[in-house]
């Protein structure tokens, strides 16, 4: 058995059967399916069901599959440890965070790490916290930052640091000059814009919502935090988010609120028992590093 036929055996599996797994490998559909019947005949078990009109694993299949990958993850890592340099000359850093940490935690995190490390490659994504657990289960990402707590248990939480949210309006609310402390009575009166409901910040604003026995005026969601800013910067209209985005230069200001203000905790988050880069391991340290937002 060859490490082409586990690749092969994924294909087939991902792409639903032998045609398009033929043409995403750049093989000719006879080469492959010959070579998942030299690999069944190793193994001595079909893998795939035939007999329908799509390819699908039978249960020795889906079993021997979830292995495969596993083992492609592992081999891909052994391979980034070969190349990884210690003395952080070169190399490559993968990092994903959630689309809130993007507004205001990547600009300075990057700018300290590149001062540091100049000659370290660095690949930015935004994403969300599903598919952040899936890009370091997968070995796609290096590390990542994003909430606690997490479903995947192969997948490590390094507690960083807590994250407060804020109230924030822009200079076309009445509030934009306030001194004073909101009420949550006087919360209850404002319209809203806040991020769709399938962010993980909107589940800590409406948990928020919920302990001070407020029912919001929400008047606009939007699924982009950049998106909300614009909204936010436009209209008479208030917002929560991390109280750091809440800037001068964003036109944005804080308003106080009576009680604890709604926090959260933010993670590094890695793969379990996995290689780590010099370069990862140096990411990890400068985070860990930096006060509380």
Known sequence: MLL?????????????????????????????????RQLEETLGVSLFDRT?????????????????????????AGKRALHDVKDLSRGTLRLAMTPTFMAYLVGPLVRDYSARFPNIHLEIFELSMDDIEAGLADDSLDIAIAFTPVRNPEIECIPAFVETLGLMVGR???????????????VAQLEFALLAPEFITRSSIDDYFRQQAITPKVVIEVNSV???????RHTAVATILPEAIATE?????????????????????????????????????????????
Do not use: W
């Open 4 to 36: 082409r036929h586990l690749r092969y055996l994924i294909a087939v599996a991902d792409h639903g059967g032998f045609t398009r797994a033929a043409e995403a490998l750049h093989v000719s559909q006879p080469t492959l399916s010959q070579q998942i």
């Open 52 to 76: 329908s009109r799509t390819v699908k694993p039978t249960d020795a299949g889906v079993a021997y599959i979830e292995c495969a990958r596993r083992v492609l993850v592992e081999l891909e």
């Open 172 to 186: 076309d609310h009445p509030l934009y000059e306030s001194q004073g402390t909101l009420a949550p009575s006087e």
């Open 226 to 232: 950049s998106t909300l800013l614009e909204v936010i």
């Open 249 to 293: 230069d964003r036109a944005l200001r804080k308003i106080a609120l009576q009680g604890e203000a709604p926090q959260r905790g933010a993670a590094l988050l890695r793969r379990k028992n996995n290689y780590h880069s010099a370069a990862a391991l140096a990411f990890v340290e400068l985070v860990l590093e930096m006060k509380p937002v």
